[in-house]
């Protein structure tokens, strides 16, 4: 099994390398429904969903600074801890699965799992509708846009809608894609070459620079993950220590590192990677260039959000 597993690997690089080869910038906007954005804003800012009213969205999900957390296990109700790290909201969009087992297939079906979590909300989906249905401001809201009012789908299709939003467009290295050649610096361009040439735009590419397929963590190494990833959700022995690749934009800004927030500097988190899943080591110099490059990948802040106060 593990001598094929090797062989898809290598298939994959050379395929990957081949066929996304250059990566792409972000659009400035996204097509949504300005009345369900401002809906799903409201309900990402407030406390209402969590079982105990002391936790919104935002609380691990900060959207004024990278659209996730700063720890490596953000704590729900009842100062519970999580099993991983928090991944950004940001240009969540376009990844082709949600969470890091990818156990979610669309933006839509994630969007009302930490609410009926009970390490993370804690709620359950009938009494967070009842609660709404209490709120003559969300009765009100859910009317004016959806013919059915407050519902499990219309909260799930007002928090997407809103979600959709959170992109991070205007990254130095996208206005490097857009033809500024001195959008970066040398060293940042001499990274981007070396990303290509050492392998990682064989998992980080498209348009998200990752977030787009699964890959096993630790392909040369044990690498003592408590997480066993994809295995949790189907039990296959291929599928041990499986995540989804996450995405790279903002990574600069979004330590800790790994799913299970292992590494605390960029630096760092590109030696782990180098090692343990392309089976090189890296001098320091390449290493400044890579994390150079990687930098150049924060965008500006969502539009949607700039009007937030860190109190909400």
């Not at 991944?87 to 009926?116: H, M």
């Not at 064989?202 to 993950?225: Q, R, T, V």
């Not at 392309?278 to 965008?299: A, K, M, P």
Request: charged fraction near 25%; proline fraction near 4%; glycine fraction near 6%.
């Amino acid at each position: 099994m593990k001598k094929v597993y090797f062989v898809f690997v290598a298939f994959l690089l050379q395929t990957t390398v081949l066929f996304c080869a250059e990566l792409i910038p972000l659009p400035f906007d996204v097509e949504v429904d300005d009345k369900k954005v401002q809906l799903g804003k409201k309900l990402f800012l407030d406390t209402i969903l969590s079982k105990d009213k002391t936790l919104s969205c935002m609380s691990c999900h900060n959207l004024k600074h990278n659209g996730a957390d700063t720890v490596s296990y953000s704590k729900g109700i009842k100062n519970q801890k999580g099993k991983f790290n928090v991944p950004t909201v940001f240009n969540a969009v376009y990844n082709f699965r949600q969470f890091w087992d990818g156990r979610a297939k669309s933006l839509k079906e994630q969007a009302l799992e930490p609410i009926q979590n009970p390490v993370e909300m804690g709620h359950s989906i009938p009494n967070a509708i009842r609660d709404l249905k209490n709120a003559s401001a969300y009765v009100k809201a859910f009317n004016t846009i959806y013919e059915d009012g407050i519902t499990e789908n219309n909260l799930a299709d007002a928090l997407t809608e809103f979600e959709k939003t959170l992109i991070t467009p205007n990254a130095p290295f996208d206005k490097y894609l857009r033809g500024d050649k001195n959008a970066i610096s040398k060293s940042a361009v001499q990274g981007y070459k070396l990303f290509k040439d050492k392998g990682c735009i064989s998992c980080h590419n498209g348009i998200n620079i990752g977030g787009n397929l699964f890959n096993k963590f630790g392909i040369y190494g044990d690498i003592g993950s408590k997480e066993k990833g994809r295995y949790a959700l189907t039990k296959k022995e291929e599928d041990m220590y499986v995540f989804k690749v996450p995405s790279l934009r903002n990574v600069a800004i979004t330590a800790p590192y790994m799913h299970d927030g292992r590494t605390e500097s960029l630096a760092e988190a590109v030696n782990f990677m180098v090692m343990y899943q392309l089976g090189r080591r890296i001098g320091d110099e390449d290493l400044r260039d890579i994390v150079s490059f990687l930098e150049s990948l924060t965008g500006d802040l969502p539009k949607i959000v700039k009007d937030i106060n860190v109190t909400n």
